[in-house]
């Protein structure tokens, strides 16, 4: 009898020892035929090796996940794509669902939950932690009761997003910039357009701003 072919996957993170960790967790259980660093390698690894399934941190530099899921699926559809992420703001969950996801999970699952959502998804199936399941409720139960307010995250890019994020996480205007591989005058114009969105005036706004959205612990 034919054993089972092993779900073929990409691991697309970009803190190395997160990412050995995972393809040490998952030997056995799939097949890791790649790994990428940031979303321009993940997008080039999936045109290529055409995957069965992506696992996607949303947080890397160069192109984003969530930049480099938009492409993943526009160019090659059958991808499955599932969200590993320690982002739990409905705004990101929301962003990536939109955007194609086809699974969402928290990195403080189980390595059991992960298993069960890298199956799941692979069987064409949708998968969401049960904390984003949570989230997920709650976005609908407020979009019914006020529809016609969004909150200024709404209005923010998902590279505005990023240097928040780096921002909060105490990084200086040239590390930020390197890391993004942007130019520290890119940085210091999405830190104004930040402050202009939020009406949030310094660093120290900007920061709280960001651990109240669950940016950073």
Known sequence: MNQARLIR??????HTILREGLKALLSGEVEVIGEAVDGMEAIRLANELKPDL????LSMPRTNGLEALK?????????????????KAEDY???????GADGYVVKES??????????????GERFLSPAIATTLVSMYLGSR??????????????????????I????RTRDIAEYLCISPR????????????????????????????????
């Not at 009761?145 to 780096?166: I, M, N, Q």
Request: hydrophobic fraction near 45%; aromatic fraction near 4%; avoid cysteine.
């Open 71 to 87: 492409e993943i699926k526009r160019s090659n559809p059958a991808i499955r794509v599932l969200i590993l992420t320690v982002q």
């Open 168 to 171: 909060a996480e105490g990084y």
């Open 54 to 57: 992506v696992l996607l941190d």
């Open 186 to 217: 890119t940085v210091e114009k999405h830190r104004g357009n930040l402050m202009e969105k939020l009406d949030l005036h310094n660093i120290p706004g900007l920061t709280a701003y960001a651990i109240e959205k669950g940016m950073v612990s």
């Open 110 to 123: 189980t390595s059991t939950e992960l298993f069960q959502a890298i199956r799941s998804v692979a069987r």
């Open 93 to 99: 969950v929301r962003a990536a669902l939109e955007a």
């Open 9 to 14: 996957v990409i691991i697309a993170e970009d």
């Open 145 to 166: 009761e006020t529809p016609s307010l969004k909150s200024p995250f709404d209005a923010l890019s998902s590279r505005e997003r990023e240097v928040l994020k780096l």
